[in-house]
């Protein structure tokens, strides 16, 4: 296992497009994290998972974005129809229950709204 | 609602200066802490982790203190050196992760 992955590493795209992003988690765990992160800004939390069951989802999300986790593997992250201020680092975290022995993140996905 | 503050916001030094890097947070609840190291543009590296009943922690040149009661943390960087510049988060966990804003350091030669 090589750790979290993230898939695409960048993406750019005109505003009004819908992006996709990918995150595989570490197998063994079975919480899976999004958190969006600004220039000069802490990751903020988006949504979590245990399993294939969302269990919070930040007061922040518009609902242009929606995220899946279906077999309790990997999960997608989508925005819908895009805007400027979407532009950001997508990080994906995944952990042991709580956290307690600790997240692994992954490398992130650079988005880009033109 | 849980908040975590980071100090200084950024720091500037030459190499070989032993460093301090003060986190604290609101909610002493918390399941542990853990610090994190972001290179420009890239994800987060884990850099060590206390688990709430441990009062610190080491790996090298970096020692890492918890103060639960206090809601207080340190990271002390031995001996710095320029491959040390990077961002630092602090980060807490209660159920999920709450991050500070980073110190960002810089270490010239």
């Known amino acids: 296992d090589t750790g979290v992955s993230q898939d695409p590493r960048h993406k750019i795209t005109k505003r009004g497009q819908n992006v996709t992003f990918r995150c595989d988690p570490i197998s063994e765990h079975n919480r899976l994290y999004w958190y969006r992160q600004t220039l000069g800004q802490g990751p903020e939390f988006l949504t979590y998972f245990q399993n294939e069951a969302q269990l919070e989802k930040s007061r922040l999300l518009s609902d242009r974005f929606s995220a899946e986790r279906p077999k309790g593997s990997f999960s997608t992250l989508e925005i819908q129809r895009t805007e400027q201020g979407d532009s950001a680092m997508y990080l994906c975290?995944?952990?042991?229950?709580?956290?307690?022995?600790?997240?692994?993140f992954g490398s992130g996905t650079r988005l880009t709204v033109v | 609602k849980q908040e975590v503050t980071q100090i200084p916001a950024a720091l500037s030094v030459p190499e070989g200066e032993n460093l301090v890097l003060n986190c604290s947070f609101t909610d002493s609840a918390i399941y542990n802490l853990q610090w994190f190291r972001q290179d420009p543009g890239k994800g987060l590296t884990s850099l060590l982790l206390i688990q709430s009943s441990q009062r610190e922690q080491t790996s090298g040149r970096l020692n890492a203190s918890l103060d639960k009661s206090s809601g207080r943390s340190t990271l002390y960087i031995a001996a710095s050196q320029p491959g040390d510049s990077a961002t630092y988060l602090c980060a807490v966990t209660e159920g999920r992760l709450y991050f500070g804003r980073g110190t960002q350091l810089t270490v010239w030669p």
């Open positions: 975290a995944s952990s042991l229950e709580t956290g307690y022995y600790g997240y692994t």
